[in-house]
């Protein structure tokens, strides 16, 4: 993907922290070096041996140069536009992953006492994860020398290049190679592709140009979200999915449907403190009746995921390789819909910073604007009392307002199958009362007077007789 810009750019992965308190900027930008220094992976770059291998290679402190940024912004009066501005400018530069660096910091200053940290890295080198963690050893550091005391981190026992040596052994293993052949059943003979309705033709190759649309689920909604799961033993993802699984199915009529779901791939506890792109991607193939009940199809795609989870420790794009790499170059690989859910409980709290503070710039995009990784990208996270949710998507293939229908609908279709879980899913309905009148009354009110005398190939022969040169039937082109 770094060998096109647009692609590169759609790896790009900003964030800002607001920062409350007077900071004394050397201490500030030492910590951030201070951080570099500890993990290797914020120092490693991506180049090719004479042999034609892409290695990483982890470049010396000595050796590695890192620009941080200083903007005074107190004097100004549109504080939000100038942030606003400058997250954009940075964020179309691509990184240059054979020199480096693959990070990117600043402070900016909006008053006295209040200052905003933003960052910017490369997917190659982080996760969302690794994002967050980042932040805190920041602080963490500037706060041990702003008290003239050694930082209270732990050790790292391992650095990135020991988890990836590690991860290309394990590929080779019995273990794995059983999670292999799982995967090769599972996404056997033709699979399926998303498309929704659409005025838009989709690009021959594939683009990443895209659109950000935020929404939210109601408190109550949310609250039937996890009662229901609750009741029905699963997960707030589980019930999520499911959803979104019927959604497709009554937009597209499909019964075979394929929806990706990253997970954070930190399965040991040395990678809890570490930095670095641990993410693997599943795919979650999903058979839909029609005649079935959000209850049972709950059970069938509960089942499914969970069998699935138990595999994912084969590398998602070592799979698309065994399935023939990238076919379709107009698509991404195996699925075209990503769910995301960012949960409350797993986030860990920043000593000196409220946790809404910190703003992940959600798909690369600052207020609104993104470049979209996929074709629809829908990144929920769980909220005081209740839930937001990001629809990201690619502004070739899709126009906002069939997005924001999908929304609209998704809402309507949730609290339905909450309210109504024993009813077929074939059934259940995603329309407001106002969507009914205008598309079932409105639109089909065609009623014309026509002379009692007259059938219908008498209109016929009327209309041919005024207008001989008009066409009787348009279909498509």
Known sequence: MSQSEEGSLSYNLPVLVELKGDYHLANFKKAIVAVIERHEILRTVFKETSGGEVRQWVLPMEKFQLEIDYKDFREKNNLETLVYDYVREDNHHSFDLENG????????????????????????????????????????????????????????RIQY?????????????????????????????????????????????????????????SPETTQALQTFTLAQRGSLYLTLLAAWNVLLYRYTAQEDLIIGSPIAGRDQAELENQIGCYINSLTLRNSINPQDSFLTFYEKIKSSTLEAFAHQMYSFDRLVEDLGGIRDMSRSPLFDVLLVLHNAGEKRAMEGISQEAVKGITDSGVAGISFSRIDLEISFEELLNHFSFNITYNTDVYEREMVEGLIHHFKQLLDNLLNQPEMAIGQVDYFTEAEKQKFLVDHNATTVPVPQDQTVVDLFRAQVANHPTRPALVYRE
Do not use: C
């Open 101 to 156: 660096p693959l990070l990117r910091a600043a402070l900016l200053q909006a008053a006295d006492d209040h200052y905003v940290f933003y960052y910017n890295m490369h997917h190659i080198v982080s996760d969302a994860w690794s994002l967050e963690f980042l932040g805190e050893e920041v602080i963490a550091y500037y706060q041990a020398y702003q008290a003239n005391h050694a930082p209270d981190l732990p050790p790292l």
């Open 161 to 217: 290049k020991d988890y990836a040596a590690w991860r290309l052994a394990q590929l080779e293993s019995p273990a794995v190679q059983k999670h292999r052949a799982y995967w090769l059943d599972r996404l056997s003979g033709e699979l399926p592709v998303i498309d929704l309705p659409s005025t838009k033709t989709r690009p021959a190759i594939r683009t990443h140009n895209g659109q950000s649309l935020q929404a939210y689920l």
